[in-house]
């Protein structure tokens, strides 16, 4: 049971501090979170906090791959709005 950081982290410094255990390390290219520490904040907290501040969606997965902050739940712009938006953009 452990969180993990994957590569759309932006190194931000927003997680580390909040972490109770100490699991969340200084890497490159991005933040890990060592998984021998990581509790998923379980027994302290009712959410991860490193996933309760993360300002970048789908950056920190659980176990099974999925993100705690899913696309458009940080935006409030669901995910199919956005990549309209984007091919929108790109087209001009």
């Not at 997965?61 to 199919?80: D, F, K, Q, R, V």
């Amino acid at each position: 049971m452990a969180l993990e950081i994957i590569e759309s982290c932006v190194n931000c410094w927003a997680c580390a501090p909040l972490c109770p255990n100490q699991a969340i390390t200084e890497a490159t290219p991005h933040f890990l979170i060592e998984a021998d520490k990581c509790t998923e904040c379980l027994g302290d907290f009712a959410e991860a906090q490193c996933a309760s501040i993360c300002p970048i969606e789908g950056a920190i997965i659980n176990e099974l791959g999925e993100a705690l902050n899913p696309p458009g739940s940080l935006t409030g712009i669901p995910p199919e709005r956005w990549a309209a938006a984007q091919a929108e953009i790109a087209a001009r």
